[in-house]
């Protein structure tokens, strides 16, 4: 009863613990609305040939990742050797959407920086960005064997991203039956 | 000292005049359009600099966003289409006004849930403080305070 001074105290010390939760959150992940929903359709020329198109049917039948990247993107460069490593050391199928991008600027940085991506598609306007709801590139897509966007890591991909959550995803979606 | 002064003013001026990053230049059937075009981007939320309308920001992606509001309105479809059109893609996270739905309570309805929090924590202080306001001094009270008061007389 005598305690009840302590109350605002209290009240303070809660706001406190509330707001601390708050700043260690990070405000770039927005929980994206496209996860459990089929991965929007699009169909664009590659980057490598301009002839043919890439579309969104390429995701059917596999488990596969959509990377946004772009040659204009400082933290893709940082993602880079990631990517690479992972087209190498994983089976999962890499695509990528060039976002934005020159054509030749982007021919030449994966000429220089290595190419982890099965195809990429050419989205020189950001249309198919904007119906993927990209945001801030780089930006990585996990695609399961319906066509079903999964999961979403927006900005640069880490070590520990990889190891302690794409993978086991990829693999947790290549039991599940197709 | 002159010119400097004329400097300083210049500058105040200058912070006064409200600047527009949406510089574009569109053209609308009438005002009407206009006016729901503008109110538009003032009420969504560009996702590059959070804290910016899409009006506001000079991201690359705004400029896209406000675009496809634009080409949304001058196809002569509604608002809410304008509004589900982004919704769909990037989440409620783009409206300003969230809509109220379990996730949104808190947010909606905890200013006034800590504001009767305080009022009743206000009048349980307030009644407590009555309850225990000291009762009138007994006759061997009073005796004893006239003793004190005549002690520090003398």
Redesign the interface.
Known sequence: MRL?FL?PLVVFVLMVVLLGVGLTLN?RE????FIGKPAPAFSVPQLHAPAEALSSEVFRGQVSLLNVWASWCVSCRQEHPLLVELAKTSRVPIYGLNY?DERNAALEWLARLGNPYRSSAFDA??RVG????V??VPETFVIDRKGIIRHKFTGPLTREAIDGILLPLVQQLEGEPG | MKHSVRACLLVLCCGCVPVASATEIRTFKDTTEQLRYEQLVEELRCLVCQNQSLADSDADLARDLRDEVYQIIRSGKSDEEAVQFLVERYGDFVLYRPPVKPITWLLWLGPFVALAGGLLFIRSRTRQHAATRSPELSAAERERLRQLEGDTRK
């Open positions: 009840t109350i405000p927005v929980p994206s609305p934005k306007d950001g904007i119906d993927w709801g945001y801030g």
